[in-house]
């Protein structure tokens, strides 16, 4: 449901900006610091929308990748842990016991 929504909401606001920059069609002139260009504003605005989405994703891409990193050397301690035989399992086993015992009790 969150994935619809965020979809609907993404789709109205890149109508909103196609609305904007329609509307916006004068040339202006940009200065790109070595050069002074005159480009139609409907290019500025879909340009900067444009970066505004590739630097977004690419911190989305970056955060998902960092997440996965951690995820995968988690489990990897947590197997090793479990091998090692820890005392980790013994405690969720006495744990498990005593939740048993407590539900018989009542």
């Given at each position: 449901?969150?994935?619809?929504?965020?979809?609907?909401?993404?789709?109205?606001?890149?109508?909103?900006?196609?609305?904007?920059?329609?509307?916006?069609?004068?040339?202006?002139?940009?200065?790109?610091?070595?050069?002074?260009?005159?480009?139609?504003?409907?290019?500025?605005?879909?340009?900067c929308a444009l970066?505004?989405?590739?630097?977004?994703?690419?911190?989305?891409?970056?955060?998902?990748?960092?997440?996965?990193?951690?995820?995968?050397?988690?489990?990897a301690e947590l197997?090793?842990?479990?091998?090692?035989?820890?005392?980790?399992?013994?405690?969720?086993?006495?744990?498990?016991?005593?939740?048993?015992?407590?539900?018989?009790?009542?």
């Open positions: 449901m969150k994935l619809q929504w965020s979809l609907i909401l993404g789709l109205f606001f890149a109508l909103l900006t196609a609305v904007f920059a329609v509307m916006n069609v004068d040339t202006v002139p940009v200065n790109f610091g070595f050069d002074v260009v005159s480009i139609p504003l409907i290019l500025v605005i879909l340009g970066i505004g989405g590739v630097v977004v994703g690419s911190y989305g891409i970056f955060r998902q990748y960092k997440l996965q990193k951690q995820i995968k050397g988690l489990t197997n090793k842990l479990r091998d090692a035989g820890s005392p980790l399992d013994s405690l969720g086993t006495q744990h498990d016991t005593l939740s048993a015992e407590h539900t018989t009790q009542h």
